[in-house]
């Protein structure tokens, strides 16, 4: 049956219109903010929260996921502050530059902000506030999307940071942007942040989400200029409700590598929307994530090979305990003019339990006859014939299976550049494995 | 890597503006009153004579069909089909009764001139024909009705039914109404409801428990009338250990309009038995700038309900403006297997969204999917496929290999798998790459002096051989007609 009669507005999209209606004044930004973030919720408002019917939201049907939007967090106080001090310590190891946002406010008190030849900080909020030429220039323009997910993130945007990386600079340490949540009761926050990396520089940047029981939307507006590198590491952890997206344009020549790696994250969604608008860029968009109890991790990409001779590399691997469910759905479009693309997907699942469900869908849209395009997905069990083999050399049964699925993950995250970040995820990693029951 | 001169111009021999099945035929021909309404399905229904209940079950799918909004989610683009000026039933005045001498030689001549000599095969059928020879029984469907099918007496012998449905529908009720929708059931989606509203005719196919059908079974459909459209059923049941393989083949005149084709097929197979589907499909695809051509909107659908049944799809498709079809398979029986091969070529202004789904529900089942796609002019092609293994089908097994091949660049092609995997025996592998199957065997030919590119159509045009070769040798060799064409620098 295709009948598409709008129904009656569930409590959670009636909730999310109030909160609008209630904060839509003190929201930051006046002017052309204000009507993009009008835009923005009209469409949210004709839409309503994406489900099941939503070809992109079909195997996360956040209508029936999302029962009721808490409200907006209140700014956080000393004890909010203090809760969120420990967040982000998955990389306690590596040196790093720390921007903490506790409840989706900027906490600079508990960043690290000093100074660094050609890298600008600040807050969005500010930034919106005082329309800074830079935010105004790509708030919202970096990749047009229909999204609601993203269409809630612009209505709603509280803070975030704004970050510039001039031409030709390296900085010293990676970036690490942490998100925490420091309230006790349960609030949402929609969090947005634009880093524009110019031309020729490096950059790592990571960005860590960990909180309770909270609703997050953030969406990470990404410039990545002519010439540049740039490693990008999202790592979600938490029992909160978490709706990401990346908006990227990628330049040319550019060395674009992501990575997002999930744990015992309750229910995420991580949409990547990127675009290749330069000649001969390499990019690689890779994920880990693991899944039990009745975990939801859905990563969703949309690569758009918009000029020719790019190559670009996805591979997401899931490993899925309990209950859990992993989606994958990675479409990658090639436009006319797009002549020698090369671009190539890999989806695998790692089926724990009867009981766990692995969605993929990896799609191909090509418009170029000069292409090479691929894309490979599978889904099982683990290898019983390995198994054997270990356990024939006296490894227990249970080991053996952990050594299995370490390989199995390792694969990807071997993929990371930088080395502390790849420990640190190796280490994650192994902890989740060695807390299976 | 682009493709070679020599495969553009193979694909331009097939190219829209040559379709050579164009003509018409005048025959009088009686028609139902335009439009659609709930006397368009009780004149049906009464020119079938059909029993109370059938239309009743017509009824049923009407009143559903008038709830129900035409899908969108497929990748195709058409204007908005007007079902009210529309022929529902056509029928050639002169009804082909007892035997092939009472059909319209008009009719008979349009076979021939289509290939398929009805009359000709039922005068050989008394001639002592050399030991091993493969014959074919024909039904010709001629717009709504069967004109005459072939052949009858001596797969009666062998206790196979071979009829046209409508028939079956007066000589086995019980069987008919047995399996009518068990597999396609008339709520399923738009245009199979409306076929259920309105179907007029097609083959009804019995092979009893442990008979292998003795030859293949062949329907022919015709489109000839304008402003038709046409809406046949096909109903195949193997019984426990049967086999038997089917063709379909179809044609339709060069016209201006768009007409619509919205068949059902419903396949059951029961323990043991084994049913091969092979499609030729050449309707008519619109000239080169996308004017007229049919939809071709069909639902096909097997059902392997039965202990180690089989059931094959074998398609080629070329023609039609738009085509929208999933055969597909329901893995109900453990132990079951299903098969989907596909060859879709697109040219001009043609658009095809096509695929399967492998529904796997019973333990150990196992499936394999084989598509290429070729899309050259201003075409789009698009996979769209289903695998997925339910909670308890455990060691369910799936391949799926989808290649595309892109000539020009002004065509589209796209591929949208769904891998839905509930089961943690299951094992599924999907790839859409060439250099995966065959870098080895490049290098193979390589070292033996081939250029790569040689080398690459060699491998590739070996690969479709095998598509090809599931077909029945009779639809081979038509098939390897409408494609002789190399393949190479396919993408996924």
Redesign the interface.
């Known amino acids: 049956m295709n009948v598409e009669l709008r129904p009656v507005k569930t409590p959670a999209e009636l909730a999310l219109s109030a909160s609008y209606a209630d904060a839509r004044a003190r929201l930051p930004g006046k002017g052309a903010v204000a009507e993009l973030r009008e835009d923005a919720f009209r469409r949210f408002e004709t839409r309503g929260l994406p489900h099941r019917r939503v070809e992109q939201w079909k195997y996360t049907d956040l209508r029936a996921l999302l029962r009721d939007s808490y409200p907006l967090a209140a700014l956080p106080d000393a004890a909010a502050r203090a809760h969120a001090k420990n967040a982000g310590q998955v990389l306690t190891g590596v040196d790093r530059r720390r921007l903490v946002f506790v409840d989706g406010a900027f906490a600079p008190e508990l960043s690290d902000l000093t100074e660094e030849e050609g890298l600008t900080i600040g807050s969005l909020a500010d930034a919106l506030a005082k329309a800074d030429p830079l935010v105004m220039a790509h708030v919202g323009k970096v990749f047009a999307t229909e999204d609601v997910g993203v269409a809630l993130n612009t209505a709603l945007m509280g803070d975030g940071a704004v970050i510039r990386i001039a031409a030709g600079v390296t900085p010293q340490r990676p970036i690490h942007l942490i998100f925490a949540a420091g309230s006790e009761t349960p609030s949402s926050a929609f969090v947005r942040s634009l880093i524009v990396i110019e031309k020729g520089a490096k950059a790592a940047i990571i960005e860590s989400h960990d909180g309770g029981d909270s609703q997050v939307n953030s969406a990470l507006e990404l410039v990545v200029g002519d010439d540049t590198q740039v490693d990008y590491v999202k790592i979600t952890q938490g029992r909160a409700l978490h709706i990401a997206s990346l908006l990227a344009t990628v330049g040319a020549r550019a060395k674009f590598n992501s990575f997002a790696f999930t744990g015992d994250a309750a229910l995420v969604r991580n949409q990547n929307f990127i675009r290749f608008a330069g000649e001969n860029t390499k990019a690689a968009i890779r994920g880990v994530s693991l899944l039990r109890g009745r975990d939801h991790v859905d990563n969703t990409l949309l690569i758009e090979h918009a000029a020719p001779h790019c190559e670009s590399r996805e591979q997401f691997r899931s490993v899925l305990d309990g209950e859990s469910h992993a989606v994958f759905q990675g479409k990658i479009v090639v436009q006319p003019h797009a002549q020698k693309t090369d671009a190539k997907m890999l989806t695998r699942a790692l089926l724990l339990s009867d009981n766990a469900e692995a969605d993929n869908k990896p799609e191909l849209e090509i418009f170029a006859d000069d292409v090479v395009c691929g894309h490979g997905a599978t889904a099982g069990a683990l290898d019983p014939g390995l198994k054997f083999y270990l356990m024939s050399r006296g490894i227990s049964e249970k080991e053996s299976e952990a050594l299995l699925i370490e390989a199995f993950i390792d694969e990807t995250i071997e993929e990371i550049a930088h080395e502390g970040i790849r420990d640190a995820l190796k280490f994650a990693a192994l902890k989740w494995l060695g807390s299976r029951g | ?3 070679v001169q020599e495969t553009v111009e193979q694909v331009r021999r097939i190219d829209v503006d040559q379709y050579k099945y164009g003509f018409v035929t005048d025959i009088e021909s009686e028609k139902a009153p335009i439009g659609l309404s709930e006397d368009t399905v009780r004149y049906i229904s009464a020119k079938k004579n059909e029993p109370e209940w059938m239309l009743a079950w017509r009824l049923e799918a009407f009143r559903r069909w008038l ?7 497929a990748r195709v683009d058409y204007p908005k089909i007007d079902y009210q000026n529309a022929y529902y039933f056509s029928a050639p005045k002169k009804n082909a009764l007892a035997s092939l001498d009472e059909v319209d030689p008009e009719i008979l001549r349009t076979y021939e001139k289509l290939g398929i000599p009805l009359r000709e095969q039922e005068i050989l059928a008394g001639v002592v024909r050399p030991e091993g020879e493969r014959r074919v029984a024909v039904d010709a469907v001629f717009d709504s009705v069967s004109v005459a099918t072939t052949f009858k007496a001596e797969l009666k012998k062998a206790g196979v039914i071979f009829m046209p449905i409508s028939e079956a529908l007066r000589e086995h009720p019980e069987l008919v109404k047995k399996y009518l929708g068990s597999v396609v059931p008339i ?1 399923d989606n ?1 245009f199979a409801t409306l076929n259920s509203a309105v179907f007029s005719d097609g083959s009804f196919v019995y092979v009893p428990a442990g008979v292998r059908c003795p030859m293949e079974l062949s329907t022919y459909f015709r489109i000839n009338e304008k402003n038709t459209g046409q809406f046949e059923r096909t109903l195949i049941i193997a019984d426990k250990g049967a086999y038997v393989s089917y063709l379909e083949g179809c044609t339709a005149p060069m016209r201006d309009e768009n007409q619509l084709h919205a068949a059902v097929v419903e396949l059951v197979a029961h323990d043991d038995a084994e049913i091969k589907y092979s499609t030729v499909q050449n309707w008519y695809p619109g000239d080169a700038d996308g004017k007229g051509g049919i939809f071709n909107f069909v639902t096909k659908r097997g059902d392997c309900r039965g202990a180690r049944s089989k059931i094959s799809w074998t398609q080629v498709e070329t023609g039609s403006a738009i085509t929208w079809k999933y055969p597909s398979c329901i893995l109900r029986g453990d132990n079951s297997r299903g098969e989907f091969y596909s060859i879709a070529i697109s040219n001009g202004r043609q658009q095809v969204d096509s695929g399967t789904k492998m529904i796997h529900l019973g333990k150990n089942t196992t499936s394999r999917i084989i598509s290429k796609g070729i899309s050259a002019g201003k075409s789009n092609n698009t996979y769209r496929g289903l695998v997925t293994a339910h ?1 308890k089908a455990t060691n369910a097994r799936n391949f799926t290999n989808c290649d ?1 091949l ?31 199957i065959s870098e080895d065997m490049l290098f193979y030919c390589q070292q033996r002096g081939m250029s790569a590119e040689e080398a690459t159509a060699l491998v590739v045009n070996g690969f479709v051989k095998d598509v090809l070769q599931q077909l029945p040798m009779e639809f081979a060799v038509e098939a390897q007609k409408l494609i002789s064409i190399s393949l190479e ?1 396919s ?2």
Not at chain 2, 67 to 72: D, F, G, L, N, Q
Not at chain 2, 406 to 430: D, M, R, W
Request: proline share 6%; glycine share 8%.
């Open positions: 890597m682009p493709a709830t129900m909004r035409e899908p969108t989610w709520t738009f909670r595309s892109l000539i020009g660049n002004q065509c589209g092609a796209h591929t949208v798998p769904y891998i839905e995997a509930k089961n943690s025996s299951a094992v599924f592998e999907h790839e859409a790459s060439t250099s995966k620098g993408v996924g």
